[in-house]
C-alpha cells in the first residue's frame, strides 16, 4: 500500500442535478470524476454543492480489507460516492464501521462526528477525504416523514435549515411565514409552539389554519414593512419571487432591526441563477447560503443569531 498522498486542492460534490451550476461558479478542474470536481488550490465557496471533500488524498491498495483499514485508521464514518466500480465500492463500505442512514426525526442536533467520503479512481487507487463540508453521507439527510400532518412536502426543507442551523423556534417565539401556502412551513412552525403570522396571496390549507397560534394574513408579503408587522423572532420565506425582490424585502428587515432569525428560500427562475443577489445574501455576516438536500433549483439562506441556540437536543 502507498503512503497518502495530500491533493493541493478540495473536491466538489455537485447538488444533485446542478454540476452545470458548479461548473459555472468554480475555476475549470483538474480533475471531473462523475458529479466530483477536483479543483487546486485552496477551499473556495460554492454553493452549488452537495458536500465538499476538504483535504482530499489518494493512495494506493492492494486489497479491499487494506483499503478499509487506512480509512478506520484516520475516523470512524465514512461514505462511498460509487461513481465508478460501485461493487468495489460496495466492499469497501461494507469493511468500514456501520454508518447510519436510517431516517431520522425531527428535531435533532448536527451530528459533532466527521463524516468522510470516498471514492474509487481506479481498482487500487482510493480518492478520500476525512474532512467534509457536510455532516451526512454524501450530503444526504433524510427525515421521517408525516405523512399526515403537513399539506405539502416543502416541510422537509424547513427542517433541514433549522437542523443545519443547528436552532428551531421555541414555545411562544414569533414568526412570519412569507409565501406561507399551502402551509408545510407554518405546520412546523406551529408544531414547535411557535405563533406564527401566515402571509400569502392564496389562502392557507384549513386543517393548518386551524392550528393553535396561526394566523393567516391574506397579502403580498412585500409590500407589508418590518413596521406593520413588528419585531419577530424568526422571518421564514419561501416566496416564488426572483432573488433581488426576496433580498430588498430582507434587508428592510435588516436595517430596521426587526427580525432575530431568517431562514428564507432563494428560489432561481429558468435555467440561470442570479449569483450576484445569491453573493449579496451571503456577504449578510453570520449568513449561511447552502444548496440543502430537499431544495431544488434554489438556495436557502440561513442567518441566525448564536444566542439563539439555546436548543438542548442530544448531538451524536
Ligand atoms: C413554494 S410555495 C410555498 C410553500 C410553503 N412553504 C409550504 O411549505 O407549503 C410559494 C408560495 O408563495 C406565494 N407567493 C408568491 N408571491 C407572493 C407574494 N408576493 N406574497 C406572498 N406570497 C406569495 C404563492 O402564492 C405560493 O403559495
Known amino acids: 500500500m502507498s503512503a497518502p498522498e495530500r491533493i493541493d486542492g478540495a473536491c466538489y460534490h455537485a447538488a444533485y442535478g446542478f454540476?452545470?451550476?458548479?461548473?459555472?461558479?468554480?475555476?475549470?478542474?483538474?480533475?471531473?470524476?462523475?458529479?466530483?470536481?477536483?479543483?487546486?488550490?485552496?477551499?473556495?465557496?460554492?454553493?452549488?454543492?452537495?458536500?465538499?471533500?476538504?483535504?482530499?488524498f489518494t493512495f494506493e491498495f492492494d486489497s479491499i480489507s487494506q483499503a478499509a483499514k487506512r480509512l478506520k485508521e484516520l475516523q470512524r464514518n465514512w461514505a462511498?460516492?460509487?461513481?465508478?466500480?460501485?461493487?468495489?465500492?460496495?466492499?469497501?463500505?461494507?469493511?468500514?464501521p456501520h454508518v447510519p442512514i436510517k431516517p431520522r426525526a425531527f428535531p435533532f442536533a448536527r451530528p459533532s462526528a466527521p463524516m468522510g467520503a470516498f471514492a474509487l479512481l481506479d481498482e487500487h487507487?482510493?480518492?478520500?477525504?476525512?474532512?467534509?463540508?457536510?455532516?451526512?453521507?454524501?450530503?444526504?439527510?433524510?427525515?421521517?416523514?408525516?405523512?399526515?400532518?403537513?399539506?405539502?412536502?416543502?416541510?422537509?426543507?424547513l427542517w433541514e435549515a433549522l437542523v443545519?442551523?443547528?436552532?428551531?423556534?421555541?414555545?411562544?417565539?414569533?414568526?412570519?411565514d412569507a409565501g406561507a401556502t399551502p402551509g408545510g412551513w407554518?405546520?412546523?412552525?406551529?408544531?414547535?409552539?411557535?405563533?406564527?403570522?401566515?402571509?400569502d396571496r392564496a389562502?392557507?390549507?384549513?386543517?393548518?389554519?386551524?392550528?393553535?397560534?396561526?394566523?393567516?394574513?391574506?397579502?403580498?408579503?412585500?409590500?407589508l414593512k418590518p413596521e406593520d408587522l413588528g419585531p419577530v423572532d424568526w422571518l421564514c420565506s419561501d416566496v416564488i419571487c426572483y432573488p433581488e425582490a426576496l433580498y430588498e424585502w430582507v434587508r428592510l428587515w435588516l436595517d430596521a432591526s426587526l427580525a432575530k432569525n431568517f431562514i428564507c428560500t432563494i428560489k432561481m427562475q429558468g435555467k440561470d441563477w442570479d449569483k450576484a443577489t445569491t453573493?449579496?445574501?451571503?456577504?449578510?455576516?453570520?449568513?449561511?447560503?447552502?444548496?440543502?438536500?430537499?431544495?431544488?433549483?434554489?438556495?436557502?439562506?440561513?442567518?441566525?443569531?448564536?444566542?439563539?441556540?439555546?436548543n438542548s437536543s442530544r448531538s451524536e
Not at 33 to 49: H, Q, S, Y
Not at 141 to 154: L, N, Q, T, Y
Not at 287 to 301: A, D, P, R
Open 125 to 157: 487507487t482510493m480518492l478520500a477525504s476525512a474532512v467534509c463540508s457536510s455532516p451526512w453521507p454524501n450530503g444526504q439527510i433524510d427525515f421521517v416523514e408525516d405523512k399526515e400532518g403537513p399539506p405539502s412536502r416543502a416541510y422537509r426543507k
Open 80 to 96: 462511498a460516492y460509487p461513481f465508478r466500480l460501485a461493487r468495489r465500492c460496495a466492499h469497501i463500505q461494507s469493511s468500514l
Open 186 to 199: 407554518t405546520w412546523v412552525l406551529a408544531g414547535l409552539g411557535a405563533s406564527v403570522t401566515a402571509i
Open 19 to 56: 454540476l452545470h451550476h458548479l461548473q459555472a461558479e468554480l475555476p475549470s478542474a483538474y480533475r471531473v470524476d462523475g458529479e466530483l470536481l477536483t479543483v487546486m488550490g485552496p477551499a473556495r465557496r460554492a454553493f452549488w454543492t452537495r458536500n465538499t471533500w476538504l483535504e482530499p
Open 279 to 310: 453573493e449579496a445574501f451571503a456577504a449578510i455576516p453570520g449568513s449561511q447560503v447552502l444548496h440543502l438536500w430537499h431544495n431544488k433549483h434554489e438556495l436557502t439562506w440561513i442567518c441566525c443569531q448564536p444566542e439563539a441556540r439555546n
Open 164 to 176: 443545519m442551523a443547528g436552532v428551531w423556534p421555541k414555545p411562544g417565539d414569533r414568526c412570519i
Open 203 to 223: 389562502p392557507l390549507d384549513p386543517a393548518v389554519a386551524a392550528m393553535p397560534g396561526v394566523t393567516y394574513l391574506k397579502h403580498n408579503a412585500f409590500t
